[in-house]
Nanobody, 123 residues
Framework: VQLQASGGGLVQAGGSLRLSCVAS????????IGWFRQAPGKEREFVSA????????YSADFVKGRFTISRDNAKNTVYLQMNSMKPEDTAVYYC?????????????????WGQGTQVTVSS
C-alpha cells in the first residue's frame, strides 16, 4: 500500500485547507485511514480517522467542530477538511492506513504511512 498526502500550504489563522490522501490497493474501502500530525519539537499526535467504508469517524478533541474527515472509495481518497485553523495547527500532517482494524487513535495500529504534507498557519 502506498499513500500520498497533499494539500498542505500556508494559510492565515481562521482560514481553511483541505488535505487529500490517495492510497493504492484494490481493497482501499477496507482500510481505516488516519491523519496524524507532528509539530517541530513535539511528538506525533492523532488528528482524525475514518473507518472502512466510512462507518465510523474519530477525532481528537482539539479538532472537533473544526476538522472533518471523509472518504471517497471510488477515488481511493480520504480528505481532511480543516476550517477555523489556528497557529497551533502548524505541523507536518501524515496519513496512514490500518489494514488490521486496530485502535484508530493509536499510531502503532497503522501499517503504512505517507510522506507528510506541511501545514503552516500564520497568526
Amino acid at each position: 500500500v502506498q499513500l500520498q498526502a497533499s494539500g498542505g500550504g500556508l494559510v492565515q489563522a481562521g482560514g481553511s485547507l483541505r488535505l487529500s490522501c490517495v492510497a493504492s490497493g484494490r481493497t482501499f474501502s477496507s482500510y481505516t485511514i488516519g491523519w496524524f500530525r507532528q509539530a517541530p519539537g513535539k511528538e506525533r499526535e492523532f488528528v482524525s480517522a475514518i473507518a472502512s467504508s466510512g462507518r465510523g469517524t474519530y477525532s481528537a478533541d482539539f479538532v472537533k467542530g473544526r476538522f472533518t474527515i471523509s472518504r471517497d472509495n471510488a477515488k481511493n481518497t480520504v480528505y481532511l477538511q480543516m476550517n477555523s485553523m489556528k497557529p497551533e495547527d502548524t505541523a507536518v500532517y501524515y496519513c496512514a492506513a490500518d489494514l488490521s482494524g486496530g485502535t484508530p487513535r493509536t499510531g502503532a495500529s497503522y501499517d503504512y504511512w505517507g510522506q507528510g504534507t506541511q501545514v503552516t498557519v500564520s497568526s
